[in-house]
Each structure stands twice: as structure tokens, then as C-alpha cells.
């Protein structure tokens, strides 16, 4: 364990007992909104290119064991009406949410949120589940580590097809995560052949069936079981890149086919990547949506604007004691907004 590490957790240890970070304290008269997005077993999290977006079940169940302890939980509609209302409630109110309706999500953390007895809101990318086609991160990320472990001149063939898109793979991250953080910054185009083209050199090697999207029969199963589907765009686009047709189509052809398939109204948007500004808030507002959440980083107040609510991405990493478990002072401290480096 390094150093800061240490120092991170005696200092979360001490500010939970203290109370300082406790949610009875800093939580209450808010609206905190947790973020997940895939469940994976250990193996799968290891073969996937990007593990620190994946929690295992048993580390879910953990997060969810201290959430019911410390918080009022539901899905978002159910939470933020509540919170809008000025409903008094025992513990302050957590809505959870689940981005990309990943399969994982049906298969491991379903069960683990009827155990808890806990609903949640999932964001389903509706392009994507119609065709069963990974969004394009994972494509690009399966597509790498493929081009990785091919024997003879994988590397060499990856790092072109990079430098021919414009892109080094330096950075401070795996060589994975640098190209897909280079690749966000490419028009839209550029970003689909580039995907493409490593998916193209990968050839024969297809991402693992764990890694597939949930389908509407899925979706639907989860609405029945009392969760909240919202919409997460069509094609998981950038939004703010969209000109004003192509984010009407978005965001009102998303929610209408949620609708029709789910028979459930879809009243929450998730804006992909976090990325939203003035006009695209306004065109979900204009679709029908009653609010929408980003990936900024907090807990929602009087003054947040239904449209942007920010929300705490779950990362195992931050949130784990010196023996590698979930403890509620470390997710305490995370979530409190002191924890360092986040604003
Ligand atoms: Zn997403």
C-alpha cells in the first residue's frame, strides 16, 4: 500500500468516527445519486479493458450493505420527487443508477438489489440494445488488448493504426484507456472508422459473451421488478456534438421507443460521457424529461439544476481499505466531497 494511500484511509477512519463525513451529517437535506456501471466476477474484471469501471458483486454487495444502512434508497424518479416534495425522511435520500444496461448488471447486481430490497434506475443506450452491438469504447478496448496479445506484430499494427488516426496511446493510464481518452477527442467520423479499422485488424477475435448488452426483454423484466429505466441517447453520441436535429432524434426518439417497448413512462436522461451543456439540457427538458444526470462530481441540492445533477462514481479503487475490502469510512469519505482531487 503506498503511503497516500495510508494516509487516505487513517484520514477517512478518523473524519467517520469523528462524524465528520458521516451521512446523517453531511448528507441530509440532499440528494446524493451513486453510480455504477459494470458488476463483473474477478476473471471477467481482469479481461476487460477497463476494470476500474467494473465492481465485482461481492464488492456491490458491500456498497449496497452500507448504502441501506446509511441512506433512504430508490430510483431516481422516486428519490428526487421526494426530495423536490420535502418529504421527511429517517435517512438522507441515495438514488442509484446504473449506466450502459450492461448484461452483467441483470446477471449480478438484479439479484444483489432484491436482496438489499433496494430499486434502481438504469440507462439504457437504445441503438446499442436493439442491434446488441458494444458501445463504441468497448469495441475499441476489446479491440487493443485483441491486437496486444496477437503473437506476431500486434503492437506494432495497433500503434500504427493509433498514429494514422492521430493518436500516441501515451499518457498516464494503461496504453487502453490513453487511446480511448484520445479517441473522445475525435470527430465523430474519424472515431467510428478508427474503431472499425482496430476491430478490422483484431479479426477473428470477438469480445467475450460476458461483455454483451441487456436486451428489451431484460430491460422489461427489470421494470417489472419495480426498477426505473431512463433513456442514455440513442447512439451514445457526445451530445453537445449533436446539431439540433440529430439531438431531437436523441433524446425524443430514445425515450419513445423506451416507452413503446417498456410500457413504463421514461422521464430521466443520462447525458453519455457526462458531456452536456445549455442547449443540450434544454433539448431533454423540451423531450418530456423531468431531470437528467451528468457525471460532475457531488450531491444535489435546492440550487442544482433538475437538468444536470451530479452524481459519485463508485470506484473500487477509492474506496478500499489497507486489506483490500469496502469499509463505510473510506465510501464515507468519497462521498462527503472531501476526499482530495475531486472538484
Ligand atoms: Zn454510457
Redesign the pocket.
Known sequence: MSTKTFLRNGAAGFLFLTGVTAPQRRAVGRLSIATFHRVLHEAERQAYPFPGLAVTPEELDAFLAYFTEYFDCGTLARQHERYLGSEATARPLLALTF??AQHDNYRNARPLLARHHIKATF?A?VIAVERQEL?WHDRMGFAVLALLQQPRGGRERLMEILANAGLSGNGPLSLVRNAVHEAKGLALEARLHLVEELAAAADGSHPPEFARLMTFGELAELAADGHEIGS?SMT?CLMPECDDRALAYEVGESRRILQARLGQPIETF?Y??GNTDARTARAVAGAGYRRAVTTAWGSNGRETDHFRLRRCDMVTEHARDSRGNIVPATVAFRMSGLYPGLK
Open positions: 449506466d450502459d440507462f443506450p458501445l442514455h451514445h443520462c453519455p460521457n
